[in-house]
């Protein structure tokens, strides 16, 4: 087996949310293949129990502790330098040394980089091949927030959009291949940097279909209760929005066609305007529970009211690969070859979500039951793990070549 050094801003496990679940699936396939040389954050301390699995799944590896508050204020050094706040968030001089010291000492010439800002520590090796993982286009995301966020913060997020947008150009100019989590996302970044058109590809995520699958759960839910769940981690801003929405725009509608219906927000860390959601009527704030998949198998239906949404939405895949109706916004659906009205349901707007989840929870169970198992189908045949990874080793095998002005060819899954 090669060596090959893998960067990731995030402890790629537990595989608990979704980078993370993106991240863990990457490091195991090039576990087969090569010798992994793990190099990551830890900025949940609940994390550090995990450290032991990645340890047997490495050859080396090297964990530095982050702490969210001090990386921020951390990060507020990058405006004197003009650079992007990502950046300097995880810029840490004993992280750079030990990715020098592990590249010498074991001759490594791969390196596969996931998220932009961990780019960083690949700078200083441009004979090395080098392969990102962009998974979303970050700076749009900034871009999003600053157009729906008041001011002072969307100046902040506005300045974020653009460094990081520069910083991302960069790195796809100088790295052999940059990849994306979908084909529209891929295409987003073709037209923000076109110079690197050639370099930029794509690989889905995929879905463990053997866990997430249906099966016999303990129900959590109170007898005659029609759960509408959302499943995510609950302090990420995209999902404090879809969940605020969801609860101001359409519940309440719902509710009076359909007293039995309620809201039930399944994730951890709920951040306070979340937990605030708690006290309405028809609300339910689970917060970190044992199996999120007992929530979706006894849910009448799960919803991904997502407003902003970069990428392919994992908590989407995982309903449809548990044979469950899910209801999406056109952003939630970004990226997923799905059938509507026959493997999920679309609504792009309030009114007509609230006609669509009516609709569902007061038609016959065999409807949804039919959609369910379309969806999960779909996701057997189209979505597993493997299917999806198995170009990623051709790009990463073949031979470097950018002091030759070569562009490796790319591929972009169906």
Request: hydrophobic share 45%; proline share 7%.
């Given at each position: 087996?090669?060596?090959?050094?893998?960067?990731?801003?995030?402890?790629?496990?537990?595989?608990?949310?979704?980078?993370?679940?993106?991240?863990?699936?990457?490091?195991?396939?090039?576990?087969?293949?090569?010798?992994?040389?793990?190099?990551?954050?830890?900025?949940?301390?609940?994390?550090?129990?995990?450290?032991?699995?990645?340890?047997?799944?490495?050859?080396?590896?090297?964990?530095?502790?982050?702490?969210?508050?001090?990386?921020?204020?951390?990060?507020?050094?990058?405006?004197?330098?003009?650079?992007?706040?990502?950046?300097?968030?995880?810029?840490?001089?004993?992280?750079?040394?030990?990715?020098?010291?592990?590249?010498?000492?074991?001759?490594?010439?791969?390196?596969?980089?996931?998220?932009?800002?961990?780019?960083?520590?690949?700078?200083?090796?441009?004979?090395?091949?080098?392969?990102?993982?962009?998974?979303?286009?970050?700076?749009?995301?900034?871009?999003?927030?600053?157009?729906?966020?008041?001011?002072?913060?969307?100046?902040?997020?506005?300045?974020?959009?653009?460094?990081?947008?520069?910083?991302?150009?960069?790195?796809?100019?100088?790295?052999?291949?940059?990849?994306?989590?979908?084909?529209?996302?891929?295409?987003?970044?073709?037209?923000?940097?076109?110079?690197?058109?050639?370099?930029?590809?794509?690989?889905?995520?995929?879905?463990?279909?053997?866990?997430?699958?249906?099966?016999?759960?303990?129900?959590?839910?109170?007898?005659?209760?029609?759960?509408?769940v959302f499943c995510g981690a609950m302090d990420y801003w995209p999902n404090i929005d879809a969940v605020q929405w969801f609860a101001d725009e359409v519940?309440?509608?719902?509710?009076?066609?359909?007293?039995?219906?309620?809201?039930?927000?399944?994730?951890?860390?709920?951040?306070?305007?979340?937990?605030?959601?708690?006290?309405?009527?028809?609300?339910?704030?689970?917060?970190?529970?044992?199996?999120?998949?007992?929530?979706?198998?006894?849910?009448?239906?799960?919803?991904?009211?997502?407003?902003?949404?970069?990428?392919?939405?994992?908590?989407?895949?995982?309903?449809?690969?548990?044979?469950?109706?899910?209801?999406?916004?056109?952003?939630?659906?970004?990226?997923?070859?799905?059938?509507?009205?026959?493997?999920?349901?679309?609504?792009?707007?309030?009114?007509?979500?609230?006609?669509?989840?009516?609709?569902?929870?007061?038609?016959?169970?065999?409807?949804?039951?039919?959609?369910?198992?379309?969806?999960?189908?779909?996701?057997?045949?189209?979505?597993?793990?493997?299917?999806?990874?198995?170009?990623?080793?051709?790009?990463?095998?073949?031979?470097?070549?950018?002091?030759?002005?070569?562009?490796?060819?790319?591929?972009?899954?169906?």
């Open positions: 087996m090669e060596d090959l050094l893998l960067l990731v801003h995030r402890m790629p496990y537990p595989p608990n949310k979704g980078d993370k679940i993106r991240s863990w699936h990457l490091l195991k396939h090039l576990a087969q293949r090569y010798r992994v040389h793990l190099a990551t954050f830890v900025d949940d301390p609940d994390d550090w129990q995990h450290v032991p699995v990645l340890q047997e799944t490495c050859a080396s590896s090297h964990f530095l502790p982050l702490a969210p508050r001090a990386a921020r204020l951390r990060s507020l050094g990058a405006v004197l330098r003009n650079r992007a706040l990502s950046y300097d968030y995880y810029r840490h001089a004993g992280m750079q040394r030990w990715v020098d010291d592990t590249m010498r000492r074991h001759g490594i010439g791969r390196i596969v980089v996931f998220s932009s800002p961990m780019a960083q520590y690949a700078e200083a090796w441009p004979q090395a091949r080098r392969v990102i993982d962009f998974v979303d286009v970050d700076s749009d995301k900034w871009r999003q927030y600053a157009e729906r966020k008041p001011w002072p913060a969307s100046a902040v997020f506005s300045y974020e959009a653009s460094r990081l947008l520069r910083y991302e150009r960069q790195v796809a100019a100088s790295f052999d291949a940059a990849l994306f989590v979908s084909a529209p996302e891929a295409e987003l970044f073709r037209r923000l940097a076109p110079e690197s058109a050639a370099r930029i590809g794509s690989f889905s995520n995929g879905v463990d279909t053997a866990f997430f699958a249906p099966g016999s759960y303990a129900n959590p839910y109170a007898p005659g209760e029609k759960a509408l519940l309440p509608a719902l509710r009076e066609r359909d007293p039995a219906a309620r809201f039930v927000i399944v994730g951890a860390r709920p951040s306070a305007e979340v937990q605030a959601l708690a006290a309405r009527p028809g609300v339910t704030v689970t917060g970190t529970v044992p199996d999120v998949r007992a929530y979706v198998a006894h849910a009448a239906l799960s919803v991904a009211p997502l407003r902003i949404a970069r990428g392919i939405q994992n908590k989407v895949l995982e309903a449809m690969a548990m044979a469950k109706a899910v209801l999406v916004t056109p952003q939630a659906l970004e990226g997923i070859d799905a059938e509507v009205g026959r493997e999920l349901l679309l609504a792009d707007d309030a009114a007509r979500w609230i006609a669509a989840a009516a609709a569902a929870l007061a038609g016959p169970a065999s409807g949804l039951d039919a959609l369910g198992a379309a969806a999960r189908a779909r996701v057997v045949a189209d979505y597993s793990w493997d299917a999806r990874l198995a170009p990623l080793d051709r790009m990463i095998e073949t031979p470097a070549a950018r002091q030759a002005g070569a562009a490796p060819a790319l591929w972009t899954p169906a």
